[in-house]
């Protein structure tokens, strides 16, 4: 999908727009790694001048979520296996908290939404639909933490979910019957349900782990696939 995916700026700040466009684009993997980001063309995608573009980018850059190439051009890195596993551990000791937090606090009403978004989103994957699946996934996951009530904390996860999320379109490149969001899902839902914060962070981190271990498989059969041509 990539660039041409996004929506052209309403009347706002305009590099607050490029950044929330950006934001959605690499969290909801329609940004794969590798994908080079040209400051005119994504401008022209855009409907809007270079300038409001290029300091949204060059933030980016700065936060180590793009990384800056020669031509005004940015590149979504591809993450190695180290920075996978640094990644995925970090994601465990926040996600998990936020989930242990979102138990004791969460209504029935979230609950229920977070019931509905996974059916849709377990729809998609069924239906071979991977954008729409990492769209549904996000919204569950944030639908959750969002639960917490700590937006500090929210802070931190959407930049980790910054940085992991290009990775997540190696989730749906094979198939993958080692992931059992269904399983850890249900378990999360039930363990909501009965206001257990324990269980809670249990299931997600569990989700983390699935996640990692799919996205380090797809990384090492690219590695030898590179290596063997």
Known sequence: MGIAS?????????????????SRALIEGRLEPG????????ADTLGMSITPVRE??????????????????????T???EQTLE??????????LAAAKAALRI??????????LLQRYLAAKSNSDPHLALTLNKEFRFTL??????????????????????GFNYLYQR??????????????LNALRRRQPDAARTAIEHAIDDGARSVLAAICAQDGASSAA
């Open 6 to 22: 996004l929506t052209p700026a309403p009347r706002k700040s305009l590099v607050a727009f490029v950044e929330d466009e950006l």
């Open 35 to 42: 994908t080079r980001l040209v400051t005119k063309e994504l």
């Open 56 to 77: 949204a980018l060059v933030r980016f850059a700065a936060s180590g979520i793009l990384t800056a190439e020669p031509a005004q051009s940015f590149r979504v890195p």
């Open 79 to 81: 993450l190695g296996r």
């Open 87 to 96: 990644i995925s551990e970090i994601r465990k000791a926040v996600e998990g």
């Open 107 to 116: 209504s029935p009403a979230e609950i229920g939404e977070m019931e509905a």
């Open 145 to 166: 933490y969002k639960a917490a009530a700590m937006p500090n904390l929210l802070a931190v996860i959407e930049t980790l979910w910054l940085k992991a999320g290009p």
């Open 175 to 188: 198939e993958q019957g080692a992931v059992t969001e269904h399983e850890n899902y249900g378990d999360l």
